[in-house]
Structure formats: C-alpha cells, structure tokens
C-alpha cells in the first residue's frame, strides 16, 4: 500500500489547457514538497508546503495543502509542452514518494 | 557546483554479478540518500546517511544491498550477487541540512541485470 497516492497516473493534454493534479494520504504530513521528473534526469524540487490551507503559486503552477495535511494538489493555468514532465509528491519527514502524474502537454 | 554525479550512467550485467554504484554529493550537505525507482513501485527509499553515518536502512531489500560512506565526499551502493529483479533506475540525493529540506538528485544509474 502506497502511503502517498497520486491522481491521475497519466494525463495527456493539449497546450494551453489547464489541469489539476492530486496527492492523498490517510496519514498527516507536517510537509510536503512537489518535484518534477523530466526523463533521464533526477527529480527536482518544485515547492515545499508547510501549513495546512497553503496556497503557494510559481507561475502557472498552484500548489494547495489540504486543511488536515493529509493531501495536496497541483493546478496548472494555460500548460506549455515544457511542462511535461512526471510530478511527484512527497511526505519530507517520511521520505516517502508517490508513483507520480505522468504529464504530457502536446502542441 | 557540479550537483550530485553518479557513476556509472548505466550498468547491463549478467545474473549473480557483483555491481557497484556510486555517488559524490554536493560538496557541504551533511545527509545523503540512496533511492531505486520503479514504474510498479515508484521511488523507494533504500538508506539515507547524515555525516557519513547510516540512520536508517530498513528500506534495504535483503543483505545482498549495501552501501557505505567512507567520507563526506563518497557513497557507494552493491549489490552482490545481483538478481533480475533489481533492475531499476538508482538515484543518489544530498541536502544541506535536516531531513525536510530540498533534496538534489543526481542523474541516476540505470541498472540492468540480465
């Protein structure tokens, strides 16, 4: 049993439309961060949430902490190809990773 | 900096072969980390070091994994002998300070065994 599970598993989109995606847990995280995969390479850190309620914005990319801390999502505005990439989500403390959104964002 | 670098880039070996991975952290961060992902199992942690010292290694799979620390500079991963089964993408990750903070990834090795 994953103790991070990521929504959609795959998702395939057209440029300039907006997406959302989702990381839920039965189990409270005092943090968690969101990094993105591109392939061959190693994940890289996108952003850390600490609060619950937490809304951070990098620009198209909208991270939220849920109230009880227990689940996240990524909402992007108007997705580019260079957005494609696979999103991962993870409990810091923990160290523990979700499977991951794979996204691909067609021109 | 250079970022974490990972030796070799990739690995293709034969059943019951001895392999060895390795890995140089960002030159400062006191915590480094040994992850094998998988698409059925995603990224697992396998051991994670703070100051060349193993804190937790329960997500070693069996005793044919170890890894060491000699120096704050070097981190190896072996697998011996080495089954079909651990064919997998091995990353090694740094970070500065506490477990929560920013975690860099190398490049990973990818490892194949025939």
């Known amino acids: 049993t994953q103790l991070l599970e990521q929504s959609p598993q795959f998702l395939s989109i057209q440029e300039g439309e907006n997406l959302t995606v989702y990381c839920n847990s039965s189990?409270?995280?005092?943090?968690l961060q969101w990094y993105r995969q591109e392939p061959g390479e190693g994940p890289v850190l996108l952003v850390t949430v600490v609060t619950g309620g937490e809304v951070k914005k990098l620009k198209r990319l909208t991270f939220q902490f849920g109230d009880a801390r227990k689940d996240s999502s990524l909402h992007i505005t108007a997705a580019q190809p260079g957005d494609t990439g696979l999103y991962l989500c993870a409990g810091a403390e923990k160290l523990v990773f979700g499977k991951g959104t794979k996204l691909t964002v067609n021109p | 900096d250079a970022g974490v670098i990972q030796s070799p880039r990739h690995e293709v070996t034969e059943m019951g072969q001895e392999v060895t991975l390795r890995c140089k952290p960002i030159?400062?961060?006191?915590?480094l980390f040994w992850y094998r992902q998988t698409m059925m199992r995603g990224l697992e942690l396998l051991i994670y070091?703070?100051?060349?010292?193993?804190?937790?290694d329960s997500g070693m799979p069996e005793d044919r994994f170890s890894a060491k620390m000699p120096n704050a500079s070097f981190s190896t991963l072996k697998i011996q002998p080495s089954e079909p089964r651990d064919s997998a993408v091995y990353f090694c990750?740094?970070?500065?300070?506490?477990?929560?903070?920013?975690?860099?990834f190398g490049p990973g090795t990818r490892l194949t065994v025939l």
């Open positions: 990750a740094s970070s500065l300070l506490a477990v929560r903070n920013e975690q860099f």
């Open positions: 189990s409270v995280f005092s943090s």
């Open positions: 070091f703070n100051n060349n010292v193993p804190i937790d």
């Open positions: 030159s400062g961060h006191d915590y």
